[in-house]
Every structure is written in structure tokens, then in C-alpha cells.
């Protein structure tokens, strides 16, 4: 029920998992069951893999999230959440409020044994290969035994998703060298550099995150938060003022028309929906938070990306890093 285009986009995008992901055998919408079933009605199909739950309310985007999950004992998120601590479901999505779902989670999943605090990652689009950036807004000041615990996490997603053998780990500074950042940052560089089976490379710059040449980058929340915002106002931006040069003279459209390969495959490269929704890493379970803007698209590839994490246990190996670390 949460999100820009819910339930519409978030139906419809459950319907598309449904039809096209082989590996999940049930999808449970959790809302009000009469808007949920309209909408489902809607759908050109309506596959016997849907079910719903009834939730009476949901939380608000500009809700408190902790006054809305103790006071909304039936929304939407805490209900889907409970579907998970109890086993019924593997993993949740959600493009509702964010805050919800992280209290939700601590609350009712509570964090894996050794972990603080849990951490938000988002896969990012690079030159070369996606780079798994954390946190990204659950802790917006983080010790630096916080940020050891995030490089652990990140570095155990990028294994078990995205398939790097030996992620390359860097800790976002303002300067490449070893004494740069504040005094956490400094701490945090040194305190990384000596967990054991941590492929660390040192500090990266806001400018190396694109490149492409590390696979997990390690920040507070405060920080990443900014980071993930600001690059997709990049992002929207350029294509703006491509749209509008393009469209100053027939000579330019002409050329636009010529390079219309390029430029899709360019967007499609740039394209955050392709990597669904920002896993909620450090918990008991699987929970991926997608953009409160989500399309169908970019819900149904959130589905696949809980799927993905829920069948490799995700949760079970950040907690065995964990506790290789603790036992050192």
C-alpha cells in the first residue's frame, strides 16, 4: 500500500514476478483486500500464484515511524512483516515508508546475533561493475564499529548476489590517502584494514564510486543517503538537458534520431529499477526496501532480488562473518 504509485505499480509488477520468476512459488499482497482484488481485476491476468492478506491500515510516508508501528498493529508493513518472522513468507518488499520497515524489522526480526545495528545497501550501476553502497540511511551516525560491521555485510551481498569472488572494499573519505576524513574515518580506515578475509583497498573518493573499481563502498548513512540521492538528480538532470539540446534544432533531433541505439543502451546502463530495491542487510530474514517511486518494473525486480537473498541466506552468512570476526 505504500509508494508514489501504490497499489497499482506494486500489483502490477507483482503480477509480472509471478508470471516470470520460475523459482517463487507464492507472492502475498498485504493490504486492504478490496483495493488490492480491483486492482488485481484490472490485470490481464490474474495468476493462482497471488494471495492476499488484509491489512486495515497503512502507514503514511510522513508518519513517525516508531509511533506507527507500535500504534498500527495491522499495517500493512507490520503485518508483512510478521508473515516473514513467522516463517509464512521468506522474504518482504516494500516501497512504502522506510522508516516503518526498518522499526518493523528491528522490533519484530530483530538483528542477527554480533550485529548492532542493521545497515541499508543499494546497488549502484559503475563504468565497470555494480558497487554495493552502505549505509544509506538507517544510521545516520555510525561508530566505527558500526562501519566495520557494514563492510562485513556488504562484502558478503556482493559474494551472494552479485557473484564477486573477492569484493574489493573501500571506505568513502574525502581523499584517497590513509590520514584523510574525520576522526571516525581515520579510526574506521586503520580498524578495516586488519579484519582478517576483508579484501580492504584503503579510502575512495566521492569520485572512484563510479569507476567501478570496488565492489562494496562504505559509508554512515548520512553520508550514503546524500550520495544516492544526489546521483539520482544527476542522472535525471543530464537526461534533461539532453532532451531539451536535442530538441533546439532539426539538425540535433536528426543526430538524436541516428544515436537513438546508443542512447537507450546508455539509459538502460543508468537504469536503478534494473536492480530492484535496497536489501535491509543485518537482520533475522529478508527485507528489501524499494523506491518510494517504483514502477512495476522496479517492483518486480525487487521481488527478484528478495528471492535471490532468501535462497543464498543472505542473513545466515552475514551472521557467520560476523561471528568469525568476534572470534578473532
Given at each position: 500500500?505504500?509508494?508514489?504509485?501504490a497499489?497499482?505499480?506494486?500489483?502490477?509488477?507483482?503480477?509480472?514476478?509471478?508470471?516470470?520468476?520460475?523459482?517463487?512459488?507464492?507472492?502475498?499482497?498485504?493490504?486492504?483486500?478490496?483495493?488490492?482484488?480491483?486492482?488485481?481485476?484490472?490485470?490481464k491476468?490474474?495468476?493462482?500464484?497471488?494471495?492476499?492478506?488484509?491489512?486495515?491500515?497503512?502507514?503514511?510516508?510522513?508518519?513517525?515511524?516508531?509511533?506507527?508501528?507500535?500504534?498500527?498493529?495491522?499495517?500493512?508493513?507490520?503485518?508483512?512483516?510478521?508473515?516473514?518472522?513467522?516463517?509464512?513468507?521468506?522474504?518482504?518488499?516494500?516501497a512504502?515508508?522506510t522508516?516503518?520497515?526498518?522499526?518493523?524489522?528491528?522490533?519484530?526480526?530483530?538483528?542477527?546475533?554480533?550485529?548492532?545495528?542493521?545497515?541499508?545497501?543499494?546497488?549502484?550501476?559503475?563504468?565497470?561493475?555494480?558497487?554495493?553502497?552502505?549505509?544509506?540511511?538507517?544510521?545516520?551516525?555510525?561508530?566505527v564499529?558500526?562501519?566495520?560491521?557494514?563492510?562485513?555485510?556488504?562484502?558478503?551481498?556482493?559474494?551472494?548476489?552479485?557473484?564477486?569472488?573477492?569484493?574489493?572494499?573501500?571506505?568513502?573519505?574525502?581523499?584517497?590517502?590513509?590520514?584523510?576524513?574525520?576522526?571516525?574515518?581515520?579510526?574506521?580506515?586503520?580498524?578495516?584494514?586488519?579484519?582478517?578475509?576483508?579484501?580492504?583497498?584503503?579510502?575512495?573518493?566521492?569520485?572512484?564510486?563510479?569507476?567501478?573499481?570496488?565492489d562494496?563502498?562504505v559509508c554512515d548513512?548520512?553520508?550514503?543517503?546524500?550520495?544516492?540521492?544526489?546521483?539520482?538528480?544527476?542522472?535525471?538532470?543530464?537526461?534533461?538537458?539532453?532532451?531539451?539540446?536535442?530538441?533546439?534544432?532539426?539538425?540535433?533531433?536528426?543526430?538524436?534520431?541516428?544515436?537513438?541505439?546508443?542512447?537507450?543502451?546508455?539509459?538502460?546502463?543508468?537504469?536503478?529499477?534494473?536492480?530492484?530495491?535496497?536489501?535491509?542487510?543485518?537482520?533475522?530474514?529478508?527485507?528489501?526496501?524499494?523506491?518510494?517511486?517504483?514502477?512495476?518494473r522496479?517492483?518486480?525486480n525487487?521481488?527478484?532480488?528478495?528471492?535471490?537473498?532468501?535462497?543464498?541466506?543472505v542473513?545466515?552468512?552475514?551472521?557467520?562473518?560476523i561471528?568469525?570476526?568476534?572470534?578473532?
Open positions: 500500500m505504500g509508494g508514489d504509485h497499489p497499482k505499480e506494486t500489483v502490477r509488477g507483482s503480477v509480472g514476478a509471478a508470471l516470470g520468476l520460475k523459482d517463487i512459488t507464492k507472492i502475498i499482497l498485504v493490504g486492504d483486500s478490496e483495493i488490492l482484488n480491483r486492482e488485481l481485476n484490472r490485470c491476468f490474474k495468476p493462482s500464484k497471488i494471495e492476499i492478506c488484509h491489512a486495515s491500515e497503512a502507514v503514511a510516508m510522513g508518519e513517525s515511524p516508531a509511533q506507527a508501528i507500535r500504534r498500527k498493529k495491522d499495517s500493512s508493513i507490520s503485518k508483512a512483516m510478521d508473515l516473514v518472522k513467522s516463517g509464512e513468507a521468506d522474504a518482504m518488499v516494500s512504502g515508508n522508516g516503518a520497515v526498518l522499526v518493523a524489522a528491528m522490533l519484530k526480526l530483530r538483528p542477527l546475533e554480533g550485529v548492532e545495528r542493521p545497515a541499508i545497501a543499494m546497488v549502484m550501476p559503475t563504468q565497470q561493475r555494480p558497487v554495493v553502497l552502505i549505509d544509506v540511511g538507517a544510521n545516520t551516525d555510525c561508530s564499529k558500526l562501519l566495520e560491521q557494514f563492510a562485513i555485510m556488504g562484502s558478503v551481498y556482493s559474494k551472494a548476489i552479485l557473484k564477486q569472488s573477492k569484493p574489493v572494499v573501500g571506505l568513502l573519505s574525502i581523499g584517497g590517502e590513509e590520514g584523510k576524513g574525520n576522526e571516525i574515518t581515520k579510526e574506521a580506515c586503520a580498524a578495516l584494514g586488519k579484519i582478517a578475509g576483508l579484501n580492504f583497498k584503503g579510502n575512495v573518493e566521492g569520485h572512484d564510486l563510479f569507476r567501478g573499481e570496488t562494496v563502498v548513512g548520512f553520508v550514503g543517503n546524500v550520495v544516492l540521492k544526489t546521483s539520482e538528480s544527476v542522472v535525471h538532470a543530464v537526461q534533461y538537458w539532453m532532451s531539451k539540446e536535442f530538441h533546439k534544432n532539426p539538425m540535433r533531433l536528426l543526430g538524436a534520431t541516428l544515436l537513438k541505439g546508443a542512447l537507450k543502451a546508455m539509459k538502460r546502463r543508468m537504469d536503478p529499477e534494473l536492480y530492484g530495491g535496497a536489501p535491509l542487510l543485518g537482520v533475522n530474514g529478508t527485507c528489501i526496501i524499494a523506491h518510494g517511486a517504483s514502477s512495476g522496479a517492483i518486480l525487487a521481488i527478484r532480488v528478495a528471492c535471490e537473498s532468501a535462497q543464498n541466506r542473513d545466515q552468512l552475514i551472521m557467520k562473518e561471528a568469525k570476526t568476534r572470534a578473532i
